[in-house]
Nanobody, 123 residues
Framework: QVQLVESGGGLVQAGGSLRLSCAAS??????????IGWYRRAPGKQRELVAD???????NYADSVKGRFTISRDNAKNTVYLQMNSLKPEDTAVYYC???????????????WGQGTQVTVSS
C-alpha cells in the first residue's frame, strides 16, 4: 500500500501558524484521485479526523478547527496542505494524513499510517 509522508510540524506559540504538507512517497501514486484526510492524535487520546478534502475539492472540518484551519490540494505538486492559524495549546498532537473514501459522509483512511509530524503549541 502507498504511504503518504507528512511534514511541516514544529513548535509554535499560541496564536501562531504552521502549514503542514502531505505528499506521496515515490512518483507512481496520484493524490488527485483520492479524498485526503488530515488526522491528529493528542497524548492520551484517540486519533481524530481534523479536515478532509474530496478529489473534487470539497472540504470538511472538525468543529474544533473550523475557521482556523484550511485544507487545500495542489494536484500538480501531488500534495495536500493543512494551513493552521490561530493555533491553541489543545492543537498539540501528532498530525497524520491518509488517502481514503467517504463512508456516510465521513472520511475513512485506507492506506498505511505514516510517522506523522509533531505539532506543539506553547501557551
Amino acid at each position: 500500500q502507498v504511504q503518504l509522508v507528512e511534514s511541516g510540524g514544529g513548535l509554535v506559540q499560541a496564536g501562531g501558524s504552521l502549514r503542514l504538507s502531505c505528499a506521496a512517497s515515490g512518483n507512481t501514486f496520484s493524490i488527485s484521485f483520492y479524498a485526503i484526510g488530515w488526522y491528529r492524535r493528542a497524548p492520551g487520546k484517540q486519533r481524530e479526523l481534523v479536515a478532509d478534502i474530496s478529489s473534487g475539492g470539497t472540504s470538511n472540518y472538525a468543529d474544533s478547527v473550523k475557521g482556523r484551519f484550511t485544507i487545500s490540494r495542489d494536484n500538480a505538486k501531488n500534495t495536500v496542505y493543512l494551513q493552521m492559524n490561530s493555533l491553541k495549546p489543545e492543537d498539540t498532537a501528532v498530525y497524520y494524513c491518509n488517502y481514503g473514501y467517504y463512508r456516510r459522509s465521513v472520511h475513512v483512511g485506507s492506506g498505511d499510517w505514516g510517522q506523522g509530524t509533531q505539532v506543539t503549541v506553547s501557551s
